[in-house]
């Protein structure tokens, strides 16, 4: 492929292209209502493609899915851990690119140095698919949005809350507020704050993207609030987080202040009673099993359009 086409960040694709990943991704899961597990998606549009999947931090729900995901459309994974490949050896990322390239029809790799992502594009002849990386998680808000607009219609002019830390997912709503036109409140403690840069950024897209530390005042009237684990994998500030987003945590009195009709999302794994509670979790606001599923129907939507299927 002369110019592969990479799902990298959401600010990277344009307002057209992710429409059309939504469109394809809603789709196939309507295609797939009444068929028995273990059949392929009608027309095998990968058929005979594979899929490298790099994984350099541990996952559920992104292996699975994209695993399954390429399954059902007629291909087949491979799975690589830094124990099974020569990047976690020493082998250059712009090697560890071309050798795959020459092997695989497309990468993804879950990873913490985004920077790793971005050279891994840079020097592979093949797509290559972000499934997480310290500064991003696009793949997850692909299908978060999937799920809100199957819940509560076309999110444009919508309003979504984030409650908690600033971190890799908050960065992708925001890339995605500027991208399909809602409103984004993050109500974060300062000193959690998104990057600046990525703020910077929301700002000279006009974005309707709002950062504020009054959780209540964010969360009035918006149509969905979103929670995230307070402490990340290797996190060693683990007490003085929990202090700092104590207030922030997403309660029966929290949801009470959005719309009537308000969704909870949680990109899981969720620590029950900390960040949200299960009074929530549980409630009939979450979406959140809906939200898990639908990254199988997403992560097939990012594949079908990096191929032009």
């Known amino acids: ?11 990277a694709v344009s307002q057209d292209g992710l429409r059309a990943i939504l469109s394809r991704s809603a789709e196939l899961k309507a295609a797939r209502l009444g068929q028995p597990k273990g059949t392929v998606d009608a027309g095998r549009p990968l058929d005979g493609h594979v899929l490298a999947m790099i994984f350099e931090k541990p996952s559920t729900r992104t292996r699975v899915s994209f695993e399954i995901a390429i399954r059902q459309l007629g291909g087949t994974a491979l799975m690589l851990s830094g124990r099974d490949s020569q990047l976690g050896r020493g082998e ?11 092997y695989v029809d497309a990468i993804m790799i879950r990873t913490d140095d ?10 592979a002849s093949v797509p290559v698919i972000n499934g997480l990386t310290d500064d991003s998680h696009p793949c997850q808000v692909m299908a978060d949005v999937l799920t809100f607009e199957e819940k509560q219609g076309p999110i444009a002019g919508r309003t979504v809350t984030w409650c908690g830390d600033g971190n890799n ?23 959690l704050n998104p990057p600046e840069k990525v703020m910077a950024w929301a700002k000279s897209q006009g974005a309707n993207v709002v950062l504020t530390e009054d959780v209540e005042a964010a969360v009035a009237d918006s149509a969905c609030v979103i929670a995230d684990t307070w402490v990340s994998m290797g996190d060693e500030e683990a007490t003085a987080r929990h202090n700092m987003l104590q207030p922030y945590q997403v309660n029966k009195h929290l949801m009470s202040l959005a719309d009537r009709d308000a969704v909870f999302m949680h990109c899981l794994p ?9 009074e929530v979790m549980d409630g009939p606001q979450s979406v959140i099993w809906d939200e898990a599923e639908n990254r199988l129907h997403a992560q097939k939507g990012v594949l079908a359009w990096c191929f032009d299927k």
């Open 114 to 123: 985004h920077n790793k992502l971005l050279e891994l594009a840079e020097y």
């Open 92 to 102: 250059t990322v712009p090697d560890t690119a071309r050798v795959l390239s020459r």
């Open 169 to 191: 997912m908050a960065v992708s709503w925001i890339h995605a507020a500027a991208k399909l036109d809602f409103e984004l409140r993050l109500a974060c403690p300062e000193q």
């Open 1 to 11: 492929m002369a110019n592969p086409k990479h799902f990298l960040d959401i600010d």
């Open 270 to 278: 969720a620590h029950r009673n900390e960040e949200v509670t299960d």
